[in-house]
């Protein structure tokens, strides 16, 4: 490997951690992905800065978490101002791009449900730093075909971008796909979808069978232009920082050609707590049940929702044929690599920006609850230069972790403000572990769940707790995860318990209080 390595991280959206052939799922075909792991390092207690998609591809960017970056919530540009270890990588020499998926800055203009009429106050206590936002704004591509990017964006020199989900993408790729295809619109969306009779979250607007053809998807048009990138940068001297970032498998559901019924929902495995009795649960579960049996009528929007056994078994299987569909592009763009003889020189990563229910208690989505389906995500480190490849990691690992441990293999320093730990005494196997407990964030627009305010939450977690208060409310959650794997007896009014709530209430506050902002640094003594 030369001196300094070059860099390639796929990412996928909405992607749980046991949902890998390599973790043991029965169902999930990913050979691709699998022999990353094979070759390289699976972290196993890897999860995210906070389950929510904006702010935790901001934590991956700046390797901080949300309350110090400033991407609480969906809805929030991240601050030009903030510096991103891309930049750092490209003002040491390094050529940068990113293909697919960015989601920094707002992908939609529709207004924030908070705060709501009478409540907003006529100025903010922060002003945006200087620069162009808006940049990722769907509609703003779709009407202005010279509508693009100011570049570097992040630090990414080059960028081929899609906005969105599903077949309904825009970006470049829709473009693109006009380019391909005369009346490429007319592919597109529900409206135009082939039949599927009898699907369960058709009716929900999750999922319909697109289409687009296989070779035009958005998931096609990624790995074809990450291809690109590294046949351009294979003719250049500088070491690469490339992202390989695909929108899939999030909802709605569209996976092209053979990949729609690639699984079979009567055979996949419901998830072992679909249908599994929960102890003294936090209200907001009770309260998703009941607002389904309420409202016949009902259709999920942003947040987390309680499903049939149907629609669960629907959902998993379009998500592995979807999986399916990256999974090959992974391994295009991975021969792609071995042709150009980059193989030796490239650390790949793979990771996801949050995880999914999927069935999990009878729940899909996302939003407002931190079980581990939701918060646990892939991490793999695969570096040609280590000879510990095959190896599963249990060490407590965070996305903020990424940046700094990026910057070290590429022989830089982490940035003052950074939450991220350098993983590197633990893929080097100087240490078992980087840290005792992990601290993650959430905070959303929305006041889900029938409560009175919005849901503001943050959770404690090591290899035995976890522990998750929500603010302003007399509920919580504790989990003993070595007796209780599966987080299905919250132990938070349990009196035996008492002692250990305030415990980890306490560790809790001083993980708060190790992750206030330390940047910048001062300039002056007084």
């Not at 052939?21 to 691709?32: E, K, L, N």
Request: with cysteine.
């Amino acid at each position: 490997m030369r001196k300094r390595p070059n860099f390639l991280l796929f990412i996928t959206d909405q992607h749980r951690a046991d949902h890998l052939g390599c973790a043991g799922h029965p169902d999930v075909r990913t050979p691709h992905i699998d022999a990353l792991a094979a070759q390289g390092q699976r972290f196993t207690d890897f999860h995210v800065a906070t389950p929510i998609c904006q702010p935790n591809r901001a934590s991956l960017m700046t390797g901080r978490l949300p309350s110090a970056h400033g991407v609480q919530m969906n809805g929030r540009e991240l601050s030009l101002g903030e510096r991103s270890f891309v930049e750092t990588l490209r003002a040491s020499g390094y050529r940068t791009a990113l293909v697919g998926k960015s989601h920094l800055q707002n992908i939609t203009a529709v207004p924030p449900p908070w705060p709501g009429a009478g409540q907003r106050l006529p100025d903010d206590a922060r002003s945006p730093h200087p620069g162009r936002y808006g940049q990722e704004v769907a509609t703003r591509w779709a009407s202005d075909p010279a509508f693009d990017l100011d570049l570097p964006y992040y630090g990414f020199e080059r960028v081929a971008l899609t906005i969105g989900h599903a077949d309904e993408q825009q970006g470049h790729w829709r473009r693109w796909l006009r380019q391909q295809w005369p009346d490429a619109d007319q592919l597109i969306g529900p409206e135009n979808a082939a039949p599927s009779p009898g699907l369960a979250l058709g009716r929900l607007r999750q999922a319909w069978r697109t289409r687009v053809p296989e070779d035009l998807y958005p998931t096609a048009y990624i790995a074809d232009r990450s291809c690109d990138e590294l046949q351009r940068l294979a003719r250049e001297a500088a070491p690469f920082f490339l992202q390989c970032s695909f929108p899939d498998p999030h909802h709605p559901f569209t996976p092209p050609g053979r990949y729609w019924d690639l699984f079979d929902p009567a055979t996949v495995q419901l998830p072992p707590t679909f249908h599994a009795e929960l102890v003294d649960p936090p209200p907001a579960v009770a309260w998703l049940r009941a607002q389904r049996k309420r409202d016949p009528a009902f259709r999920p929007g942003h947040g987390a929702f309680a499903c049939t056994e149907q629609e669960a078994r629907e959902a998993l299987a379009l998500n592995h044929g979807s999986l399916a569909c990256i999974d090959d592009a992974i391994g295009r763009v991975m021969a792609c690599l071995r042709a150009l003889d980059l193989d030796r020189d490239t650390i790949v990563m793979f990771t996801s920006d949050h995880g999914e229910l999927l069935g999990d208690r009878g729940l899909m989505f996302k939003g407002g609850l931190h079980y581990a389906p939701l918060t646990r995500v892939p991490f793999i480190w695969r570096d040609p230069a280590q000879t510990r490849s095959g190896q599963t990691v249990s060490a407590l690992a965070q996305t903020t972790d990424i940046a700094p441990t990026v910057l070290v293999r590429a022989g830089l320093q982490p940035a003052n403000g950074m939450h991220g730990l350098p993983l590197q005494p633990v893929l080097q196997g100087q240490a078992d572990s980087v840290r005792e407990a992990l601290l993650i964030e959430e905070e959303s627009q929305r006041s889900d769940f029938g409560l009175d305010r919005r849901v503001r939450m943050r959770t404690l977690r090591d290899h035995r707790h976890r522990y998750t208060v929500y603010d302003g409310q007399p509920w919580g959650e504790l989990y003993d995860l070595e007796a209780d794997p599966l987080e299905l007896h919250n132990r938070w009014n349990d009196p035996r318990a008492r002692g250990l709530r305030g415990e980890l209430a306490e560790r809790l506050a001083r993980a708060m209080l190790t992750s206030t902002d330390s940047s910048p640094y001062p300039t002056a003594s007084a």
